[in-house]
Nanobody
């Protein structure tokens, strides 16, 4: 199994920035995909951004140009730098790890964008 521990959520004003971190541990497979999903109030969970073990990123249209995903393979950690935050970015953000064996989720971290 793979365990995920997230950190970095919080309350920020519109236009502000936050950085989320997710550390993976356990049975990590060399070829994997890590990413961030979010679920806003009354909404379904949606992909925010993901990155392969080779470093290729993928972004939702709503966050392109504002969010940056990166990963440190040595530490099996993935980061989400969120800039120019908007109230509609308010959600619980979940880290995800996926390989050919496992599909693991973190416990979620709350991001609230409000003045």
């Amino acid at each position: 199994q793979v365990q995920l521990v997230e950190s970095g959520g919080g309350l920020v004003q519109p236009g502000g920035s936050l950085r989320l971190s997710c550390a993976a541990s356990g049975s990590i497979f060399s070829f994997n995909n890590m990413g961030w999903y979010r679920q806003g109030p009354g909404k379904e969970r949606e992909l925010v951004a993901s990155v392969t073990s080779g470093g290729s990123p993928n972004y939702a249209d709503s966050v392109k140009g504002r969010f940056t995903i990166s990963r440190d393979n040595a530490k099996t950690t993935v980061y989400l730098q969120m800039n120019s935050l908007k109230p509609e970015d308010t959600a619980v953000y979940y880290c995800n790890y996926r390989d050919r064996r496992y599909d693991s989720w973190g416990q979620g971290t709350q991001v609230t964008v409000s003045s």
